[in-house]
């Protein structure tokens, strides 16, 4: 975690253009195979903020886990069936490959038990494929193994020098209340702003694991900071509106999260409960 100062909240002050050109940067270091995989396991960042003031509080701070720090660019990494052929030999290589394909497949599914299983055996086999790690970090978590998830995913954390399922893991240590990993984890994603939606997914992980500590007006600067109404909304600026609208109502500022919900209930009146938090503000 790298450069501090004003730099960094100009960078946060404009995620959108910013996020833009690193995304394209990612992208063109890290070869990803099963497109539609890839959205699919993006998509976990979201289901990490659904759990937002779910967790126990914790009064007694842990320690940090030790993680080195990123490298300047994520890993340019071969494609699963090509690592799996290097560790394993053509044949059982290939069949290897179809076995993370059947385990995608399970994931799709809702089978976590399932898939976890198929990934446990192939990590065993060939623990250096960052789409197995990956998936069953995400498959532990699911599972409600938020201490397993946590370890799997700083593995894939390290295979890879990506920052694309921070979000999951600092829930994975909100959900433990390991708040100092969960603040590690945000500067971390900010500082290399991945993309806007996945920096507004990590945000809302800090804001939550803030909120959990009942810090709830650093939780709402959090959210604020940076945060103008967008003209076109997309389903990141969505929830992040849901989520200062909610703190602004459990701090007490409640004309704010009555106008926040009223903008939410004019352009996604299905979102959650918009509509009845609305109705409820008068």
Do not use: N
């Not at 290939?94 to 976890?116: G, I, M, N, T, V």
């Amino acid at each position: 975690m790298a450069r501090r100062g004003a730099g960094r909240f100009d960078r946060e002050e404009s995620e959108d253009r910013a996020g833009r050109d690193a995304r394209r940067a990612e992208q063109s270091t890290r070869v990803r195979p099963m497109e539609a995989g890839e959205d699919r396991l993006r998509s976990e960042a979201q289901r990490a903020v659904e759990r937002a003031g779910t967790t126990g509080r914790r009064k007694r701070a842990k320690p940090p886990i030790d993680r080195p720090p990123l490298p300047v660019a994520p890993a340019r990494l071969p494609e699963p069936e090509a690592m799996f052929v290097r560790a394993l030999g053509e044949r059982a290589g290939r069949r290897a490959a179809s076995r993370l394909d059947e385990a995608a497949r399970e994931f799709d599914e809702d089978h976590f038990d399932d898939a976890r299983r198929i990934l446990a055996s192939l990590d065993q086999r060939a623990p250096d494929v960052a789409e197995v790690v990956e998936l069953m970090g995400l498959s532990q978590y699911r599972l409600g193994r938020y201490h397993a998830a946590a370890k799997t995913l700083e593995r894939f954390r390290r295979l890879t020098g990506s920052t694309e399922q921070h979000p999951v893991l600092a829930d994975c240590y909100r959900a433990q209340g390991r708040w100092v990993d969960v603040d590690a984890l945000w500067e971390e994603l900010r500082e290399r702003s991945p993309s806007a939606a996945l920096v507004t997914e990590g945000r809302l992980v800090a804001a939550g694991a803030l909120a959990d500590q009942d810090r709830i007006a650093e939780a709402v600067h959090l959210l604020e900071r940076g945060w103008t109404v967008p003209k076109r909304p997309r389903p990141h600026h969505l929830r992040r509106a849901y989520s200062l609208a909610d703190l602004y109502e459990r701090s007490g500022a409640t004309p704010r999260a009555r106008e926040l919900f009223g903008w939410l209930r004019r352009h996604s009146p299905d979102l959650a409960d918009v509509v009845q938090r609305f109705e409820s503000l008068g």
